[in-house]
Each structure stands twice: as structure tokens, then as C-alpha cells.
């Protein structure tokens, strides 16, 4: 097969994470975020954020293995993390909380927050310090 010439044409649409269940892990992001429900199918949800932009999708995956982070030889090690930007790290936090996470016990930075979802996927929160 030759090689191409040009790169494939592409839009981003989604992230997509497996879960136990799709619908729960879909909820904590939903209260989380406050994004919209754009599909809602069995095992599978794609929530929208408000004024467009990449969604961020969940997929129930019967085999699921719960993450271990910081990663470890021994443990399954995460895939991808997600980053959201916050205008307040420490009132941030506690909704994160609030809404279901939960704190990772390394925090690598000051100005970054890493917490697990209900299903063990590590996301950060961080704030921007450059000016």
C-alpha cells in the first residue's frame, strides 16, 4: 500500500470512556459539568457541552478494570486522563467532591487537582497561572 500524501480529514467529536455502567458514570460528568444529554442509547450516553465543542461519551464495557493511579507494573494503568480548566482550584474541588469524587492521594502540582471518577478514571482540575 503507498503511502499517503495528505493527512485523513477529520472533525474530533468525543472522548469515550468505558465504565461498568455507562448511564452512572454519564450522571456523575452530567452534574459534574452541567453538559446536556445529546444521546442516551443502552450502555451507551454522549453528554454535549454548552455552546459546542468536543462531547464526551461513556460506554458500558462489561470487562471493565477499574484504573490505578499514580500507575503501578502490577495494576491496569489509566488510558487517558481528562484536564478541565477552572477559574477557582479550591471552590472547584470541593463541587468535585461534592458531586462524587474522589481526591487521588498524589497530587503531582500545586495548581492542578487530579481526582477518580466513580469508575476510577483520573481527571484534573487546574488553573491557569500564566499570565
Do not use: I, N
Not at 62 to 84: C, G, I, K, N
Not at 94 to 118: S, T
Amino acid at each position: 500500500m503507498p503511502e499517503p500524501t495528505e493527512p485523513l480529514r477529520t472533525t474530533f467529536t468525543a472522548v469515550v470512556l468505558d465504565a461498568p455502567d455507562a448511564h452512572e458514570l454519564a450522571a456523575f460528568y452530567r452534574r459534574l459539568l452541567g453538559w446536556t444529554t445529546d444521546q442516551d442509547e443502552p450502555g451507551w450516553v454522549k453528554l454535549a457541552p454548552p455552546g459546542g465543542g468536543t462531547a464526551l461519551s461513556f460506554q458500558t464495557e462489561p470487562l471493565f478494570t477499574r484504573p490505578v493511579w499514580p500507575s503501578t507494573a502490577e495494576a491496569q494503568q489509566m488510558m487517558l486522563h481528562l484536564d478541565f480548566e477552572v477559574p477557582d482550584l479550591d471552590e472547584a474541588a470541593r463541587l468535585a467532591v461534592a458531586h462524587g469524587a474522589v481526591l487521588a492521594e498524589f497530587q503531582p502540582q500545586d495548581d492542578v487537582r487530579v481526582f477518580l471518577d466513580p469508575a476510577g478514571h483520573p481527571f484534573c482540575l487546574w488553573v491557569r497561572t500564566d499570565t
